[in-house]
């Protein structure tokens, strides 16, 4: 597609439920980027998928944070039983190379109830 | 490990003035740069990015960044400050050329530039 696109864009779940984030990242581009961004804060680095490699998962914030990436192109985000501070904007990007600096989706917004 | 630091939370500025936003990196060999700019209730969009040759980069909006190796530094700088460049900024930095294996973009925590007409 034209730029990275993440589904759902809003996201509405129960405290304790699993969810699941959708990223599909440019076509061609061999990395990908998972952050999260509090409200009004920095981003905070997730994971990195880089072709082939292993996930540079140093990142995740706990076990309940797990992701994965099919075929080198479509990631998704799992969070297991989800907490209330778990709530903010989980962004995606992807690059061609790590020089080229990275291209972002809009984001989805997750709240925890 | 690779670190950002912006060191200002918020820099307000008077339209017309020049601009300063501040940045400083920690990695290990030689950095890729970068500038993103957020406004608000919109993605993240690229600026800038320094990657080898000249330390003075230019990029969009007429904005342009200034590497200095010694001081480690990467300050965000513009001439005269529109009141439309009010927005959040963040530095970033990656491991850079002669490093071998890929490596993953790490974020500053931003700086809220505000510009008062």
């Known amino acids: 597609g034209a730029g990275v696109s993440q589904s759902p864009s809003n996201k509405v779940t129960e405290k304790g439920k699993d969810v699941e984030l959708r990223c599909d990242p440019i076509?061609?581009?061999?990395?990908l980027y998972w952050y999260r961004q509090s409200l009004g804060q920095g981003l905070e680095f997730l994971i990195y998928?880089?072709?082939?490699?292993?996930?540079?998962k140093s990142g995740l914030p706990s076990d309940r944070f797990s992701a994965e990436r099919t075929g080198g192109s479509v990631s998704t985000l799992t969070i297991q039983r989800t907490q209330q501070e778990d709530s903010a904007v989980y962004l995606c990007?992807?690059?061609?190379?790590?020089?080229?600096?990275?291209?972002f989706g809009q984001g989805t917004r997750l709240t925890v109830v | 490990a690779q670190s950002v630091a912006q060191p200002e939370d918020q820099v307000n500025v008077a339209e017309g003035n020049p601009l300063t936003v501040k940045c400083t990196y920690s990695?290990?060999?030689?950095?890729?740069l970068f500038w993103y700019v957020q406004y608000p209730n919109r993605g993240l969009q690229f600026l800038l990015k320094?990657?080898?040759?000249?330390?003075l980069v230019k990029g969009s909006y007429g904005f342009e960044a200034e590497f200095n190796k010694s001081q480690t530094s990467f300050h965000l700088k513009k001439p005269s400050a529109l009141v439309s460049d009010s927005a959040l900024y963040f530095c970033?930095?990656?491991?850079?050329?002669?490093?071998?294996?890929?490596?993953?973009?790490?974020f500053g925590s931003g700086t809220r530039l505000s510009i008062r007409p």
């Open positions: 076509s061609g581009h061999t990395a």
């Open positions: 320094y990657i080898t040759g000249d330390n």
């Open positions: 998928f880089q072709g082939n490699s292993a996930p540079d």
């Open positions: 970033a930095v990656s491991k850079g050329p002669g490093y071998s294996s890929a490596s993953k973009i790490i």
């Open positions: 990007a992807s690059s061609i190379l790590t020089g080229e600096g990275a291209f």
């Open positions: 990695v290990s060999g030689n950095p890729y």
